[in-house]
């Protein structure tokens, strides 16, 4: 087998923290969370993500923690229970401090109704004052997007957002169940920008069932004529035994290794041949956005909404299932909506499980986050900037000799740089400085 083909296909985690959730416990339950809030420094900003595990219908590929509902009053439930949570939250950390981003995903985030959105937005401006450079984004449905929902939207502060577009031939969208046709995506971009919401993110795909080289390059290229700031190409990370869904994707239909190796690389030429600059593993972005611009500076940063330019210590996570991040570690609310709802509703944390990390364990996540946002780090540099003897990396930089050989990444005895050609491998360099990763088929999709 050839050798890049073997790694390619080796699992690995896309790194939006370390340790990854599935290295979470239940020693970190409802009681640490809120002392981690208490002792959030009361002049720190702090972000906001909030969770919404809805959709009208579910897409075939989908691998988010979301379902289907064809009711709107559990939908309207929950928003009310967001509210509650966001003032248990906000008890914790007093009025003081201001927000610096406000991510909304899911699902399909405006499910709840631009009269639960605003009624939630009302909340947090009114308990924890969101700061006058707020970024305040949210993940959309091309195909539920009206003008009105877009002057909506922009109403209420929000000035980003994402749309899934994943690929834009038909074929490809009957086969992972998701028709939107490329006309209905263009009139939702004129709509958002007419509302002011100019600053635009299109999600991609690359893997897809039925999914050529050609049917990729045709979607970039369409993308790229809509001109958006930011455009995030992902590898489609197929799971059927992990997400049902994903069993009605035809396997047979699905590009191999190698396929799959030639549709990143194409389309990052593409890409960058348009202007817009590669940001980490998977995002592009126009020269003047500010991701672009934290890639350039080394500020960029990666926490569980993907890489960002937010410099806040502290993530509040809000709904089921979602996550939090704080100096201390991680917590994470239960992932079952019932479950997460009867602890909103008796008035307490809903978190099930989490990670308090060790002094190694923050050297190791910023070797892995430099490595990921910028191809460069410092191991040793690194550990003594925070007290630890460089030496308990010895066997991580030997881990990295293979890849060495194969010119995957360099090190000069110092410095792990990853060759820019070789960018789409970093997964398979940081995976080197994970000690709880193992081989488990089952937990993670293929490097590439």
Known sequence: MNRKIELAESQTPRYTSYPTAPHFNADVGPQTHAAWLDAVPADEPVSLYFHVPFCRTLCHYCGCHTKAVHKQEPVDAYARRIEGELALVAAHLGRTRGVSHIHWGGGTPTIIGTEGLQRIIEQIHQRLAPTESCEHAIELDPRYVSGALARELADCGINRASLGVQDFNPRVQ????????????VAVVE??????????????????PAQTMADLVATIERTIALNPSRIALFGYAHVPWFKKNQQLIDEALLPGTQARLEQVEVAAETLEAAGYVPVGLDHFALPGDPLAVAAAEGTLRRNFQGYTTDSAETLIGLGASSISQFRQGYTQNDAATALWSRAIDSSEFATRRGYALTQEDRVRRRIIEQLMCTLIADPSAIARAHGVDPSILRPSLERLTPLIDDGYVEFDGNVVRIPEAERHMMRLVAVAFDTFHKQEPQRHARSV
């Open 174 to 185: 009957a086969a992972i169940g998701r028709i939107q046709p490329y006309d209905l995506v």
């Open 191 to 208: 709509r958002l920008r007419r509302a002011g919401i100019e600053r635009l993110n299109f999600d991609l795909m690359y893997g897809l």
